[in-house]
T-cell receptor, first 110, second 113 residues
Framework: GQNIDQPTEMTATEGAIVQINCTYQ??????LFWYQQHAGEAPTFLSY????GLEEKGRFSSFLSRSKGYSYLLLKELQMKDSASYLC???????????FGKGTRLHILP | EAGVTQFPSHSVIEKGQTVTLRCDPI?????LYWYRRVMGKEIKFLLH????????ESGMPNNRFLAERTGGTYSTLKVQPAELEDSGVYFC???????????FGPGTRLTVL
């Protein structure tokens, strides 16, 4: 079966660091996405990990361990605008459907 | 470059009525996907077009849903007749063939009363 787990909600303080974890079990694995989604808007692409390791992109970093079926999204120097849902998603095969987790709603406190 | 657009942004209809959702992918993207998110659940795949051909429609809930992509450009998703459980947000995504990243539209929020 296909299963992607991530925490439902998290709260962090402006200026701090937060790590959102994701574990997955899928029938295939081509890569893992993180999308950000503000309420009522389109999911926007944040990162895509194909190989193990950490990829850094500004304040956001994403880590993947294929052997453990595990990924995390690290957000540094949190800003109020980072309040959103963060979706962990797996692409089992190229040119195929994406399998999504339920998303983690991140609340940023001033 | 214009992103994926969807119309309408919101639709409220009564049970038994028909609704047609439209998606305009990014120009030149051969892959077009429809997804749906119902309340409290994850985004789930509905179907996948490559150009005008249906590549995978395994996620379509039942035969009340009909998707088309005539000419391989925009796509429509018709729900006829609509039922209460069809309420949710319908997303469209597109990507160039042979690439991985899918770009999402803002979604159509469908409410069936």
């Amino acid at each position: 079966g296909q299963n992607i787990d991530q925490p439902t909600e998290m709260t962090a303080t402006e200026g701090a660091i937060v790590q959102i974890n994701c574990t997955y079990q899928t029938s295939g694995f081509n890569g893992l996405f993180w999308y950000q989604q503000h309420a009522g808007e389109a999911p926007t692409f944040l990162s895509y990990n194909v190989l193990d390791g950490l990829e850094e992109k500004g304040r956001f970093s994403s880590f993947l361990s294929r052997s453990k079926g595990y990924s995390y999204l690290l957000l540094k120097e949190l800003q109020m605008k980072d309040s959103a849902s963060y979706l962990c998603a797996v692409l089992p095969n190229r040119d195929d459907k994406i399998i999504f987790g339920k998303g983690t709603r991140l609340h940023i406190l001033p | 470059e214009a992103g994926v657009t969807q119309f309408p942004s919101h639709s409220v209809i009564e049970k038994g009525q028909t609704v047609t959702l439209r998606c305009d992918p990014i120009s030149g993207h051969d892959n077009l996907y429809w997804y749906r998110r119902v309340m409290g659940k994850e985004i789930k795949f509905l179907l996948h077009f490559v150009k005008e051909s249906k590549q995978d429609e395994s996620g379509m809930p039942n035969n009340r849903f009909l998707a088309e992509r005539t000419g391989g450009t925009y796509s429509t998703l018709k729900v006829q007749p609509a039922e209460l459980e069809d309420s949710g947000v319908y997303f469209c995504a597109s990507s160039p063939f042979g690439t991985d990243t899918q770009y999402f539209g803002p979604g159509t929020r469908l409410t069936v009363l």
